[in-house]
């Protein structure tokens, strides 16, 4: 049973920097695509960035512009997003999600983590 565990969420003002982790178990990792989505109150879960497991070649949303990075590590099983340039509008919970699909799409994910709280006080 695969499972993804967030960490790395929490406060950070305006302009800093954060990195997120996503622990992955219980999946063919080469078959899988893992990436982060975020969702802030009132608006709907929006495609952060994804990275194929086998490929590594990472994908990202145009809204992320260059503020962000994802990167994976074999050896930990763990998909990472750093975030810099951080502002207000970044505030979300962020999920971190993996599917068989070369490029995430929100309604197809198979597996969700449970989520990482990040807020950017302004």
């Known amino acids: 049973q695969a499972q993804l565990v967030e960490s790395g969420g929490g406060l950070v003002q305006a302009g800093g920097s954060l990195r997120l982790s996503c622990v992955v178990s219980?999946?063919?990792?080469?078959?899988?695509?893992v990436g982060w989505f975020r969702q802030a109150p009132g608006k709907e879960r929006e495609y952060v960035a994804s990275?194929?497991?086998?490929?590594?070649?990472?994908d990202y949303a145009d809204s992320m512009g260059s503020r962000f990075t994802i990167s994976l590590d074999n050896a930990k099983n763990a998909v990472y997003l750093e975030m810099s340039s951080l502002e207000s509008e970044d505030t979300a919970v962020y999920y971190c999600?993996?599917?068989?699909?070369?490029?995430?799409?929100?309604?197809?994910?198979?597996?969700w983590g449970q989520g990482t709280q990040v807020t950017v006080s302004s």
């Open positions: 990275i194929r497991w086998i490929s590594q070649i990472p």
């Open positions: 999600a993996a599917d068989r699909k070369i490029l995430l799409q929100y309604a197809r994910v198979e597996y």
């Open positions: 219980g999946l063919p990792f080469s078959a899988y695509t």
